[in-house]
């Protein structure tokens, strides 16, 4: 059973920064894109920010400059680097990935973690 375990999130104060971390496990073959997401109340989900194997990243216009995408393969993580937080990027954010995985036989499909609140406010 592959699984997405989000951590990182909390309370910060507006200019503050976080860094969430996102670890995938289970009977794992490879890792393609991984990825983050984020909903706020009453909003769709969006793409904050997405990184492919190879290291190419790719950012909503809303948090270039201010976050920052990074992956390590060997541990099978993605981590989303928050700089210069504003209220606006309150939300429960979501950690993806397209993983290839052994689940009652080969098969390659997109996994979801729990989500983890990141509340901006002073």
């Known amino acids: 059973q592959v699984k997405l375990v989000e951590s990182g999130g909390g309370l910060v104060q507006p200019g503050g920064s976080l860094r969430l971390s996102c670890a995938a496990s289970?009977?794992?073959?490879?890792?393609?894109?991984m990825g983050w997401y984020r909903q706020a109340p009453g909003k769709q989900r969006d793409l904050v920010a997405e990184?492919?194997?190879?290291?190419?990243?790719n950012y909503a216009d809303s948090v270039k400059g201010r976050f920052t995408i990074s992956r390590d393969n060997a541990k099978k993580t993605v981590y989303l680097q928050m700089n210069s937080l504003e209220p606006e990027d309150t939300a429960v954010y979501y950690c993806?990935?397209?993983?290839?995985?052994?689940?009652?036989?080969?098969?390659?499909?997109?996994?979801w973690g729990q989500g983890t609140q990141v509340t901006v406010s002073s």
């Open positions: 993806n990935a397209d993983i290839f995985a052994w689940d009652g036989g080969p098969r390659n499909r997109d996994y």
């Open positions: 289970g009977s794992i073959i490879s890792i393609n894109t």
């Open positions: 990184i492919t194997s190879g290291g190419s990243t």
